[in-house]
């Protein structure tokens, strides 16, 4: 059973990015999960011991898994496109726990004979730290538009179109849709415009001219000063000349007078006895 086309190469142009995929972290059951529907059980991607054995700090994902993300963005942009071409090429290891995220642009689309029209698309993944894990490309045919899928699912030839006719037609929509504009040589029609009322005009009163300013006689001219001489500068008073200091002898120092030695007092006379009367 054939899918409704939505999608149709009249509608596709060069650059259109594709809305991007991200994936949830690849765990070890999906690994398995992957190695069973392909039959891919490669030592390195489901036996731990064997893989850390060979060097490697786990199990690797499988390279076909990375390229299956790109597949599955592609295909549900296509809608149901008929996909000619599909390759990959793996740029890093994608491990268990990373977030894989695929793009797609349009890089190309041609006109091919027998009303077969195809787009070139490239693809790439990458991890969480932005890293590039993977890059494709995929080249899918589809049809021109609405009429053309009718037409062949009804058994008819499809319908050719040549890029003259693509342009003919996409300059058809762009004058439909652009507004209208004068021909040349015509001048656009104005609306006459409505006659204002003349504005009323109030009579001033007579007003009496100011009278003149009397000129002032211009300034007498100033006779410039006649310059004076220069007064001659008298030469300096010679000085004369510094007398050299003599120098003194200094003067011999008199001996002190010594002083003569305090005489020593006389001593005092000792008291005389009185004599007691005798009874």
């Known amino acids: 059973m054939l899918l409704a086309r939505q999608l149709y190469f009249e509608a596709v142009k060069v650059g259109d990015e594709l809305p991007p995929l991200v994936k949830p972290p690849v765990d070890r059951s999906q690994i398995a999960r992957f190695a069973g529907a392909t039959g891919d059980f490669g030592p ?31 295909t549900d942009w ?18 268990p726990g990373d977030v894989v995220t695929v793009r797609g642009r349009v890089a190309d689309r041609r006109f091919e004979a027998g009303g077969r029209y195809a787009v070139d698309i490239e693809v790439w993944g990458e991890n969480q730290r932005g890293e590039l894990v993977v890059r494709g490309a995929v080249t899918a045919q589809l049809y021109y538009s609405a009429e053309d899928e009718t037409r062949q699912r009804n058994g008819q030839p499809p319908l050719a179109v040549t890029p003259a006719e693509e342009e003919e037609r996409l300059a058809k929509l762009s004058r439909s849709t652009a507004p209208a504009r004068p021909a040349v040589g015509t001048r656009p029609v104005v609306a006459p415009a409505k006659p204002q009322p003349a504005p009323r005009t109030v009579p001033r009163p007579e007003q009496k001219p100011a009278a003149k300013p009397t000129p002032k006689p211009p300034p007498a001219p100033v006779k410039p000063a006649a310059p004076k001489p220069p007064v001659p500068r008298k030469a300096p008073a010679p000085r004369p000349p510094a007398k050299k200091p003599v120098a003194r002898k ?7 007078p010594r002083k003569a030695p305090a005489s020593k007092p006389a001593p005092r006379p000792a008291p005389k006895k009185k004599a007691g009367k005798r009874r």
């Open 250 to 256: 200094p003067a011999a120092r008199k001996p002190a």
């Open 78 to 95: 296509l809608r149901g496109a008929r996909v000619r071409r599909f390759g990959a090429r793996f740029v890093k290891i994608v491990w």
């Open 44 to 74: 390195l991607h489901v036996d731990e011991p064997f893989a850390r054995n060979a060097g490697f700090p786990s199990v690797l994902v499988p390279g076909m898994l990375a390229m299956a993300f790109l597949g599955e963005l592609v």
